[in-house]
């Protein structure tokens, strides 16, 4: 069983950054990949950034340039730094780990919400 826990949500306005954090309780490095998602209501959960365990990423096109996804295998965490926030950025988002290739795990989630 893997417990992740999110932090770094907040209120900001538009232009502004925040960064998120996901702290794992096993070692990320035997993670196949790890990622966040974000979701606002009655909206499907979707996928704004991935990194997989040798350290390959990829982005949503609605953040490419604005978000980078980063690890800390020492730490076993993840984050998110967001830069340029925009209002529709707004929404919960969620930490999501794969392993073994068969096995998915969600955090809590951390609501993120910008300003005009």
């Known amino acids: 069983q893997v417990q992740l826990v999110e932090s770094g949500g907040g209120l900001v306005q538009a232009g502004g950054s925040l960064r998120l954090s996901c702290v794992a309780s096993g070692s990320i490095f035997s993670f196949n990949s790890m990622a966040w998602y974000r979701q606002t209501p009655g909206k499907e959960r979707e996928l704004v950034a991935r990194?997989?365990?040798?350290?390959?990423?990829n982005y949503a096109d609605t953040v490419k340039g604005r978000f980078t996804i980063s690890r800390d295998v020492a730490l076993n965490t993840m984050y998110l730094q967001m830069n340029s926030l925009k209002p529709e950025d707004t929404a919960v988002y969620y930490c999501?780990?794969?392993?073994?290739?068969?096995?998915?795990?969600w955090g809590q989630g951390t609501q993120v919400t910008v300003s005009t």
């Open positions: 990194i997989t365990n040798k350290g390959g990423t």
């Open positions: 999501n780990v794969y392993i073994n290739y068969n096995y998915d795990y």
